[in-house]
């Protein structure tokens, strides 16, 4: 969603024609994206036309490129409540093609807990990030809930940390156009084109919820991962797992 907001934000009036011609993954390439039959993230990087360049990481923040904290770059780090996260992520894994099978439901709780996924600990990432921020002014902090809750707001204050000032009714366009249900159905955002995801097991947009975790976890397992998450998260981050 921030991807596709950041993207109408800087050219969404000046190049249209991208929009419905050049997939999200390319106007917005995936820095350490290496997927078969196409072009490497930082291939991407190197051929993109527009400036300034928007890219896209999952790196924890000490895999962040040193040029990055140099010349000062802008980030804007996106976080959501570790139970929806977990449950998002089977779904992700099951049908990405290019990921390791995920096994049953048990197991991958089992091993999200103990950060034995691609990237690492959900809690060394987001605490990570957010330990960071407090050094380095050129952080904006966001949550996923928030952006579910008021999308209109949360454009607001990315509009204030990149100093731009759109039009109020071209910001109301853009919350149109990132709405879960129209970015669902446009096949330049919802990833139908990449090729390594097999939409017959889970669409990439399968439900933007917040609290679809309650449709997977156990009342054990719940009351589980509550105790472990009261040791690892930083006392600092206030996440909603539900309206």
């Given at each position: 969603m921030v991807s596709y907001i950041l993207d109408l934000l800087y050219f969404g009036q000046t190049s249209p024609e991208r929009q419905t011609s050049i997939p999200i993954y390319e106007r917005v390439p995936f820095l350490e994206s290496a997927f078969p039959f196409m072009d490497t993230?930082?291939?991407?990087?190197?051929?993109?036309p527009t400036s300034p360049r928007i890219i896209k990481t999952h790196f924890p923040v000490q895999f962040v490129p040193k040029s990055f904290w140099k010349q000062n770059c802008k980030i804007i780090y996106v976080a959501r409540n570790a139970k929806d996260n977990m449950v998002s992520y089977f779904h992700m894994?099951?049908?990405?093609?290019?990921?390791?099978?995920?096994?049953?439901?048990?197991?991958?709780?089992?091993?999200?807990?103990?950060?034995?996924l691609l990237y690492g600990?959900?809690?060394?990432?987001?605490?990570?990030?957010?330990?960071?921020?407090?050094?380095?002014?050129?952080?904006?902090?966001?949550?996923?809930?928030?952006?579910?809750?008021?999308?209109?707001?949360?454009?607001?204050?990315?509009?204030?940390?990149?100093?731009?000032?759109?039009?109020?009714?071209?910001?109301?366009?853009?919350s149109g156009k990132v709405n879960f249900d129209s970015m669902k159905n446009n096949n330049m955002v919802n990833y139908s084109t990449?090729?390594?995801?097999?939409?017959?097991?889970?669409?990439?947009?399968?439900k933007g919820k917040v609290g679809d975790w309650k449709n997977?976890?156990?009342?054990?397992?719940?009351?589980?991962f509550d105790e472990d998450y009261k040791k690892k998260i930083d006392p600092a981050l206030n996440f909603r797992t539900g309206f």
């Amino acid at each position: 969603m921030v991807s596709y907001i950041l993207d109408l934000l800087y050219f969404g009036q000046t190049s249209p024609e991208r929009q419905t011609s050049i997939p999200i993954y390319e106007r917005v390439p995936f820095l350490e994206s290496a997927f078969p039959f196409m072009d490497t993230g930082t291939e991407l990087l190197e051929k993109l036309p527009t400036s300034p360049r928007i890219i896209k990481t999952h790196f924890p923040v000490q895999f962040v490129p040193k040029s990055f904290w140099k010349q000062n770059c802008k980030i804007i780090y996106v976080a959501r409540n570790a139970k929806d996260n977990m449950v998002s992520y089977f779904h992700m894994d099951r049908m990405t093609l290019t990921q390791p099978d995920p096994g049953d439901w048990n197991t991958y709780f089992q091993r999200f807990m103990q950060g034995q996924l691609l990237y690492g600990s959900w809690y060394d990432h987001v605490n990570g990030w957010w330990k960071k921020k407090q050094s380095y002014a050129n952080i904006h902090y966001m949550f996923y809930e928030d952006m579910i809750e008021d999308t209109g707001r949360e454009i607001n204050k990315l509009c204030n940390f990149l100093g731009l000032s759109p039009s109020e009714q071209l910001k109301t366009q853009i919350s149109g156009k990132v709405n879960f249900d129209s970015m669902k159905n446009n096949n330049m955002v919802n990833y139908s084109t990449i090729g390594v995801m097999d939409f017959n097991v889970s669409r990439f947009m399968r439900k933007g919820k917040v609290g679809d975790w309650k449709n997977h976890f156990t009342v054990a397992q719940n009351e589980e991962f509550d105790e472990d998450y009261k040791k690892k998260i930083d006392p600092a981050l206030n996440f909603r797992t539900g309206f």
